[in-house]
């Protein structure tokens, strides 16, 4: 379900102020909805609003520090920008102290409160999808499923959802780490069969104790071998029998597999009786198996036996609206596994999720979640809540900014107007130059 975009609600008691103000929004593409009063604002506001709050201070009845209060109770990740044409710089601080997402003096310029209410309208946004997500989360607790809203995953679970009740065998091809298994699983899953789910990777066992593995063994059949041994085909019985990597399957040992596919039956290993069996097979591979066979690396017979369906399974660079889902799913697996309660992940660090590239895929982002969990994550420095002193600073620096932005560049004019001495500003300017790299003063 996809969110409706963001609103600009527009508090301001002033008739004329408001509606040249709703004009500009409206002529910047962006929704506006103009309010005379805070309290008609807080009335009208419901549960988790697609809204951004632009409000003046100075207003009858409610003003806009107390309603930058109430918002906050009611949702503290809620954007609030304040304005006003009697602003101070105690005025500015106490805003900022209360969560204001930004401020700005009468007269303004048009096109900085524009930039700042799009950043605010994105950041609410990303507030809105993660709840979103998180309740997704919360609903589907407890039950295997393959996570994911993008247009990919969701084919994806259609074409399970066609294929999951049928015996059709399928050929599962992903890159390393995107979840092959959990495919197998969801067919296993919606196929209704009572047997066993068994996963075998073909490229972990030995050549020399496959065949014994896969087909079982009969007493003596080799040395050390005192009792019967079921083989993990004659395990799946009634149920799955997931063979992941299965070009690493030995090539003597497939013309057996495909026997078993073919004719539903299986000799253990030192036995002569034929054995039925109704396992419903899913294979896996990163590999083009049909290039594979046509090299002579995988049997083209097996090969044509096993792709019957093929399903695709992408990689995660190519569904990354699914990675916070599914990296808030695993932050909440590895607190379960490890027994950690942690803060949920920021919109900071999800953002940053999002511009990687993952090579190890699903896998990979696992691992990162595990990361955070136990508080060593590399990129977790940019979680540290910043000391009193920094937000100081970096408050002071914002409002600099902000009355050197108002001056025009003027530093006499924004020292008068900041109520500081013009050497103090001037050493505070060279202090923060750095941090405004290529912004205009």
């Known amino acids: 379900m996809k969110l409706p975009p963001i609103e600009v609600w527009l508090v301001e008691d002033d008739d004329d102020v408001r509606q040249t103000l709703l004009q500009t929004l409206l002529l910047s593409d962006i929704k506006a909805r103009g309010f005379a009063r805070a309290e008609q604002a807080l009335q009208a506001l419901m549960p988790e609003a697609p809204v951004v709050v632009l409000s003046d201070v100075r207003m009858p009845g409610m003003d806009g520090l107390a309603l930058l209060q109430q918002l906050q109770q009611r949702d503290a990740e809620l954007p609030v920008l304040l304005l006003t044409g009697h602003g101070d710089i105690p005025m500015a601080v106490a805003a900022m102290r209360l969560g204001a997402q930004d401020f700005f003096e009468k007269p303004y310029e048009p096109e900085q409160l524009l930039h700042s209410l799009r950043r605010a309208m994105d950041k609410r946004a990303l507030v809105l999808e993660n709840r979103r997500l998180r309740q997704q989360l919360a609903a589907n607790q407890g039950q295997p499923l393959l996570l994911g809203h993008t247009p990919q995953i969701e ?246 900014q902000a009355a050197m932005a108002r001056a025009d560049g003027n530093v006499a004019l924004a020292a008068e107007r900041l109520g500081i001495p013009r050497k103090t500003l001037y050493d505070k300017l060279a202090k923060y130059r750095h941090h405004a790299a290529g912004e205009s003063w």
């Open 155 to 400: 084919q994806l679970r259609r074409q399970i959802d066609n294929i999951a009740d049928t015996n059709a065998s399928v050929l599962i091809l992903g890159e390393t780490g995107t979840g092959k298994e959990m495919v197998a699983r969801s067919l296993h899953q919606g196929s209704g069969r009572k047997g066993h789910f068994v996963a075998l990777n073909c490229t972990a066992l030995p050549e020399s104790i496959f065949e014994s593995e896969m087909f079982g063994a009969e007493p003596g059949a080799f040395t050390g071998v005192t009792k019967r041994r079921i083989g993990k085909i004659e395990h799946a019985n009634g149920g799955t029998l997931f063979l992941d990597e299965i070009e690493g399957m030995p090539l003597a040992l497939q013309a057996k597999m495909l026997r078993v596919l073919q004719e539903s039956v299986l000799e253990r290993l030192g036995g002569n009786k034929l054995i039925e069996v109704d396992a419903r097979v899913v294979a896996a591979t990163k590999l083009d198996l049909l290039t594979a066979s046509e090299a002579g690396l995988f049997r083209a017979d097996l090969y044509f036996r096993l792709n019957v369906v093929t399903l695709y399974l992408p990689p995660l660079r190519e569904r990354r609206a699914d990675i916070p889902l599914l990296f808030l799913h695993f932050v909440e697996q590895a607190k379960a596994q490890y027994n950690r309660e942690v803060p949920a992940p920021s919109d900071h660090l999800l953002q940053q999720l999002l511009k990687r590239n993952w090579p190890g895929n699903v896998r990979e982002l696992r691992h990162h979640a595990e990361q955070y969990v136990l508080g060593v994550l590399p990129s977790q420095e940019n979680e540290v809540r910043l000391s009193l002193p920094q937000q100081l600073a970096e408050l002071e620096q914002q409002l600099i």
